[in-house]
């Protein structure tokens, strides 16, 4: 429901006689490859949470939904009725199941780099042409894959003498000539000056892009090394409950932007509307990534209302910063 595509959407599951929504709390790719498979998909490109999809209109009926990803049916999985948690349609779950254009990254040494390849509607996996390939178009299939940003769109520039950064594909060429928008969810939805299929490229011409991987950023700081701690999951920034959040805590993030010194102290910053993606951290300060440490779970926002207009920050040791 909600989605552009029939592929995509928020969840809605059948239950007691009703038709009604899942809460986001712990919603995890897992929870979307059960969801994608029962609709009779591969499985799922993207978890997604905070009613991405639109506000459902019935009730809100499960929530921690904990999928392993082998379950053939969403009610095999654990999971709890939402009258006992704090839910409500903001925090609707919706998925991206993989489907014609779905995208995958090919010939990259790290996670978030590679040959841009396209899922094409006979299953065979494509390329996408350089001709015209440009960042924004990059920044859309960063965040289709799950990434807040591109660093780098990347064209052979030396064509035909060199080959491309990640190397050739050796499927059929999909795609030429595509022009995005920033805003745009998938490249499916750009402008393209070819039909699908058709080109006039070779191999030694197909595009390539490099993801930021940095999923810690900070907000609303009179410095850069301040600010109110924000973290990307589910195609989402979102802030950090306050409860809880300690030096150790701090430490992590610090570092985790850039910081090698760490934290100087903990701070609340003003502002911000996003949803709380995760609470109650407990890090020993010794880990790479908040991600890294215990908490509730992802966006299992228990202790901070919505509405609170503010969120856990940090004031990072900058003598340092790399």
């Not at 300060?285 to 901070?304: M, P």
């Amino acid at each position: 429901m909600g989605g552009i595509y029939e592929s995509e959407g928020r969840v809605e599951v059948f239950y007691d006689n009703q038709w009604g929504s899942i809460c986001d709390s712990l919603w995890s790719i897992e929870d979307a490859t059960v969801v994608c498979r029962q609709l009779n998909y591969s499985g799922a490109d993207l978890a997604l949470v905070a009613g991405q999809y639109g506000e459902g209109q019935g009730v809100v009926l499960f929530s921690n939904m904990e999928c392993n990803g082998t379950e053939g049916n969403l009610s095999t999985c654990k999971y709890d009725l939402v009258d006992v948690t704090n839910c409500d349609h903001s925090r609707d779950a919706g998925v991206v199941c993989t489907s014609q254009g779905s995208l995958r990254l090919a010939g990259g040494s790290v996670p978030g780099e590679g040959r841009v390849e396209i899922l094409g509607e006979s299953g065979d996996w494509g390329t996408i042409c350089d001709d015209g390939w440009d960042k924004t178009d990059a920044g859309v299939a960063c965040r289709q894959l799950g990434y807040p940003y591109a660093l780098e769109a990347l064209v052979n520039v030396g064509y035909p003498n060199t080959q491309p950064v990640f190397g050739s594909g050796s499927g059929p060429i999909l795609l030429d000539g595509l022009d995005c928008e920033s805003e745009k969810r998938h490249l499916r939805d750009c402008l393209v000056t070819k039909e699908w299929g058709i080109h006039d490229c070779t191999h030694g011409e197909d595009a390539g892009i490099t993801c930021d991987m940095g999923l810690t950023r900070l907000v609303d700081g009179d410095f850069d090394d301040e600010g109110r701690v924000e973290v990307y999951y589910g195609g989402k920034w979102g802030r950090i409950c306050s409860t809880n959040w300690t030096i150790d805590d701090a430490h992590v993030a610090c570092r985790e932007l850039g910081f090698p010194l760490g934290a100087r102290n903990t701070k609340m910053f003003e502002g911000g509307d996003g949803p709380f993606l995760l609470d109650d951290m407990k890090c020993q300060g010794v880990e790479t990534h908040l991600a890294d440490c215990e908490s509730l779970g992802w966006a299992n926002n228990q202790n901070c209302d919505a509405n609170l207009n503010y969120g856990a920050g940090v004031v990072c040791n900058a003598s340092a910063s790399a």
